[in-house]
């Protein structure tokens, strides 16, 4: 019994050993041995593989895959304007204006089936769908019976992603998140000398970096020279929390957000030991003026890190950019905007806040192939002359969607949980009086 | 979702509901995958607060008329098969389906289906005729109250109310791709998902209903 007790220590003592070499230093230097490259390769390789059985054993479902990724209905997309006039061509009076027709329903009809059948919100806060399995049972695509051999290639995949690298993950994200504890409370002990900072920063970068191995992320960032700089705000479409992880390995931000409790609140009281983040307490939340000043105040600073921000205020599946909420916008100061887009082929990045707990989020990420994204650093945008902050946010969400090949939506993303206003109903009610009436269409 | 979705849904299944409208395989199972993610109590029945919550019905100046299109007997639950029927209405008739005429029961995206359907949507308290104030509810519905697009034209009718009966529409069925009434603004047009390239086209006879009293010309 002893003997094996001894072996179970000696083993453990092995697994910490080549974790600490083989991760953990060159995690903290920033420098790679290859291992997750060759992994990624193979990876990428098998995938390839994979979809080309997948191919050749659906050939006649073909037609399907194209359907499901082009969406089952045609839509019109005209104006009401134009359609509306469309419908009205047979009658002898002017296609616009003149006054209510019966037939005018028939354009409000079939908008509204055609949002039953597929609609441009709901589906953006479920899983993404993808084109072909990537051999995960957690999308669109669940495990299909193709051949013997990918059968076996699925189960060698289960065993090495849930024995093999799983406890791995799991280890270095645990490993990770003590050590920023501990590391930011030792650096908040130090003098506030100018050396602290530097610290400050080294830590960060390396805790984060420890942890995006634990997630096997590979980033590809671009355009490096647009990085966000002291003194900025940084903006970024919304993913999932890992979002902070990845843009955290190529440099530090300032955190803005609400306090937590539980392990997230342990995390950020060290954090902010060491540098400057900004949380505010859940009812200091709801004061607007109190949070922008405190944001002002904090961008001003020119010896501050660039505050990360997420103006969406809520995870999107990845596909589009929703509504950025203003009020980054009205702080003034460089905005940095950022495009993140992670591959959906190695897993689904997307955190359904509504379906799983953050924790079984995080094991999930652990047991998925991988997490592959790209991060595009845009040139830094200002606000125009006579611009307001809501015309400037659409023009960073455009500018952001357009960079990250994501579909621009005016949509509020908070209509996860909400509902519709009514005053929106009444926009479009009043698009269609002004449209009949004619003469009042000035008025809006 | 997906193909997770069609395995609850049985084969058979599937069968009857191609039949009955006529929608492909591939159309059922994606959207039986629509059903099941509107489905948000998880019952596999849909109920009004599930149509409403997808923002663009619910922003819709007829999206209550519309959701009320799927509970036909005032229930307050519907199945995919009931789903189903309602959204069959706008299956966009094919070339190929036109010039059959083999099966014995109207297909549901028969052009006198459709029509009824949009009749339906004026005709809220359901006896088969569009009263004056029906008409305006409507207006009112999409112009938020604005009295000048809530007129009905015309005045014609008195006595018993100007209303335009299902006949009518029947009448237009027959007569040609457009209904149209001159006097009154009665303008009748086709639905569909899917429209075909061109829209109702060619030269629509005049047709004038009966609220105002006049022949068919």
């Known amino acids: ?444 | 979702m997906g193909s997770r979705a069609s395995t609850l849904l049985r084969e058979e299944e599937i069968e009857e509901i191609k039949k009955e409208t006529g929608f492909s395989h591939s159309q059922i199972t994606r959207l039986y995958s629509r059903f099941t993610s509107l489905d948000k109590g998880e019952n596999g029945t849909l109920s009004r607060e599930d149509f409403q919550r997808i923002p663009e019905l619910a922003i819709n100046p007829l999206g209550d008329r519309i959701i009320n299109a799927f509970f036909p007997d005032g229930e307050d639950q519907v199945n995919f098969r009931g789903f189903m029927r309602t959204l069959a209405h706008f299956r966009p008739v094919e070339d190929n389906e036109k010039n059959k005429n083999l099966s014995n029961t109207e297909p549901l995206n028969s052009r006198t289906n459709k029509l009824h359907f949009a009749f339906q949507l004026y005709d809220l308290d359901r006896d088969d005729k569009i009263s004056r104030d029906e008409l305006l509810q409507v207006g009112a519905a999409l112009a938020h109250g604005d009295t000048r697009v809530c007129y009905v034209g015309g005045g014609g009718g008195g006595g018993g109310g100007g209303r335009f009966g299902l006949n009518v529409q029947l009448q237009a069925q027959l007569a040609g791709p457009a209904l149209l009434c001159n006097v009154c603004s009665a303008d009748f047009g086709l639905v569909q998902i899917m429209p075909p390239s061109s829209g109702p086209s060619g030269s629509s006879p005049v047709v004038t209903c009966n609220c105002c009293e006049l022949a068919v010309t």
């Open chain 1, 1 to 444: 019994m002893e003997d094996f007790w001894a072996g179970v220590l000696w083993a453990l003592r092995i697994w910490l050993y080549l974790i600490v070499c083989l991760i953990m230093i060159p995690a903290m230097f920033g420098f790679s041995l290859g291992i997750s490259e060759t992994y990624m390769t193979f990876l990428v390789k098998t995938l390839e593989w994979a979809t080309l059985k997948i191919q050749k054993a659906h050939a006649d479902e073909q037609e399907l895959k194209a359907l499901a990724s082009n969406g089952l209905i045609k839509r019109e997309n005209g104006s009401m304007e134009k359609e509306l006039g469309e419908l009205r061509r047979s009658r002898p009076k002017p296609p616009v204006g003149g006054d209510f027709t019966l037939s005018d329903s028939f354009y409000f009809t079939r908008r509204g089936i055609e949002s039953i059948v597929e609609d441009e919100v709901t589906q953006r806060f479920s899983s993404e769908e993808l084109v072909s399995w990537n051999l995960l049972t957690r999308t669109n695509n669940d495990f299909q019976y193709i051949s013997l051999r990918l059968t076996l290639v699925y189960g060698l995949g289960i065993f090495v992603r849930y024995c093999i690298l799983a406890p791995l993950r799991i280890t270095l994200a645990c490993i990770g998140l003590t050590w920023l504890v501990i590391g930011t409370s030792a650096v908040g002990l130090l003098p506030d000398w100018r050396i602290k900072s530097w610290i400050s920063e080294w830590v960060h970068v390396m805790c984060y970096r420890i942890c995006a191995r634990g997630l096997s992320a590979t980033i590809h960032y671009h355009n490096r020279e647009n990085k966000p700089k002291k003194g900025g705000i940084c903006v970024a479409n919304h993913t999932s929390p890992i979002d902070i992880v990845i843009l955290c390995n190529d440099g530090c931000y300032a955190m803005v957000g609400q306090v937590h409790g539980g392990l997230m609140g342990v995390v950020q009281r060290a954090m902010v030991r060491s540098c400057p983040h900004v949380w505010f307490e859940r009812a200091e939340m709801k004061d607007r003026h109190l949070v922008t000043k405190r944001l002002r105040d904090h961008v001003n600073d020119k010896k501050k890190l660039p505050i990360l921000i997420f103006p969406e205020g809520t995870c999107i599946n990845n596909t589009s950019v929703m509504m950025f909420k203003k009020g980054s916008f009205e702080i003034g100061g460089t905005i940095y905007p950022v495009a993140i887009k992670y591959d959906p082929k190695f897993g689904d990045a997307f955190w359904n806040s509504s379906k799983y707990s953050m924790v079984s989020y995080l094991l999930r990420m652990m047991t998925s192939w991988a997490l592959v994204c790209n991060v595009w650093y845009l040139p830094p945008m200002h606000q125009k002359e006579g611009e307001d902050a809501v015309q400037f946010a659409n023009r960073v969400k455009s500018a952001i969607a357009h960079r990250g090949g994501l579909v621009d939506l005016q949509w509020d993303g908070g209509l996860k949980r909400a509902k519709v206003k009514e005053s929106f109903k009444e926009q479009e009610q009043k698009k269609y009086s002004s449209m009949v009436v004619g003469e009042d269409s000035h008025s809006d």
